[in-house]
């Protein structure tokens, strides 16, 4: 109504087209949202109380119970919006009747550790093992050769690039517990709330070693936006094989620092720090166990490392035991990923990225 003419065009269009039917639709009216009404609503009267109250100028004292309670208050709903996340009512996996070819990769290599072996127990296809280069993407889609789809493929047989470490972490335990293996999405959420946590108090240690006068709100406001901007949410949005190394590399990646700063902080305590230590060290051999490229991020402990190894106030056996009490896990664990990485491709080094398919 009120419109004289207009043009339709159609691009890359072969053959006729029959339109048999033109329809305009009008603006949507105006509906009211109690939803996004009540959440002004409450965002408005938060800033009139936060400004009428001059919060904003509050000093953050964690000797007071009520600035601990806030800031557990903010960790405790963080910890609950990852819940969120969780698929209700879905049914954990039963591994005896489990369909090992078809499954995600962690239910495979938790099969093949079961098995007391390295390689996947998925059957090849005679035709791959024909081709000249099985990882030739076009040359197997052109021979209609059957694959399995990004797992490592070498001399015969399937293997698993993805990390061990959530295998023994998590599916382990939860399988003698339950008598079942999680699902992908509980695998996420899982290391995805033990990231909150992490992240959340590396942050309150850092705040309190180095801040002497923290602000309250910001430091509220902080902890929020550390978890918006952490990449969690994301991981917890995508229920897919690629995401639990992500999250789970985050997990440990952020306990290791943690740790590390705690040992830092406890310089009058030698046997504890020792065994912070040694914690923070096995924590940094799990994340390069679920994803290697995450650890790097682990060298913002180095200054605090270097102090310790730096400072006068230490003994040299002291220093010793320090250095130790971090590097033999490290140690025992680099070895346990270079027989796994030679069992499964022949070097230490190899990871098996390079034989994907």
Known sequence: KGIKSFRLSLAEMEGQVCISDIRFSSALPFEFSNIRFFGLSAAGIIIYLICRRKVYLVVYNNKLFRHRAAVAAVLFLLVLSAFA??????????????????????????????????????PVSEGLEAMDNPYDWQQRIDKGVSYAWDRAYFEGEYYSYFGIAPVFVLYFPFYFLTG??????????????????????TILTMVRMFIKKPNLLLLLLGLCSS??????????????????????????????????????????????????????????VLCVGCRPSVALSALILAPAFLFILFDKAYSLKRKIGCAASFLAPVALGAAGLMWYNSARFGSPFDFGAAYQL
């Open 85 to 122: 996340f969780l698929v209700p009512e879905q049914k954990m996996i039963d591994y005896e009747t489990a369909d090992i070819p078809s499954s995600d990769p962690y239910v495979q290599m938790f099969d093949a550790v079961k098995k007391g072996r390295v390689n996947l127990d998925i």
């Open 227 to 284: 978890v918006f901007c952490s990449g969690i949410y994301y991981a917890l949005d995508f229920t897919d094989i690629y995401f639990p190394a992500k999250v789970s590399g985050i997990c440990f990646m952020l306990l290791c620092v943690w740790l590390g700063l705690l040992a830092y902080e406890s310089k009058s305590a030698p046997k504890k720090q020792n065994a912070l230590l040694a914690a923070s060290g096995l924590s940094f």
């Open 180 to 201: 079942s293996l999680p699902t992908l999405n509980v695998t996420i959420c899982f290391f995805s709330i033990l990231s909150i946590i992490f992240l959340l108090q």
